[in-house]
């Protein structure tokens, strides 16, 4: 089992930044794949970044590319979200996943373990 705990949400004004930080705790970190994932009221959970488990290979999606970093830290067991330049429409409850695997997976149902999730709200 593997323990997720968001953190680092708020709210900011457009085309200010954040960075979201997700901890785990249990199994091996460094054996895990991490993503970050976004839901926003009304809609399905989406795919925004992923992470493998060396680091060396990172995904995006193309309404974030160029815009948020995704990293981790390995003797941490932390993942890292770093947004830039928010956007009204990056507004959403933001998650982070983990997958036992080296692949870094870009859909919701390859991660078998996901945290509470933390609000970001980007204001116009």
């Known amino acids: 089992q593997v323990q997720l705990e968001e953190s680092g949400g708020g709210l900011v004004q457009a085309g200010g930044s954040l960075r979201l930080s997700c901890v785990a705790s249990?199994?091996?970190?460094?054996?895990?794949?991490m993503g970050w994932f976004r839901q926003a009221p009304g809609t399905e959970r989406e795919f925004v970044a992923a992470?493998?488990?060396?680091?060396?290979?990172?995904y995006y999606a193309d309404s974030v590319k160029g815009r948020f970093t995704i990293s981790r830290d390995n003797a941490k067991n932390t993942v890292y979200l770093q947004m830039n330049s928010l956007k009204p429409e990056d507004t959403a409850v933001y998650y982070c996943?983990?997958?036992?695997?080296?692949?870094?997976?870009?859909?919701?149902?390859?991660?078998?373990?996901w945290g509470q999730g933390t609000q970001v709200t980007v204001s116009s």
């Open positions: 992470i493998s488990w060396s680091g060396g290979t990172t």
């Open positions: 996943a983990a997958d036992y695997s080296d692949y870094a997976g870009r859909a919701v149902f390859e991660y078998d373990y």
């Open positions: 249990g199994r091996t970190f460094n054996s895990y794949a």
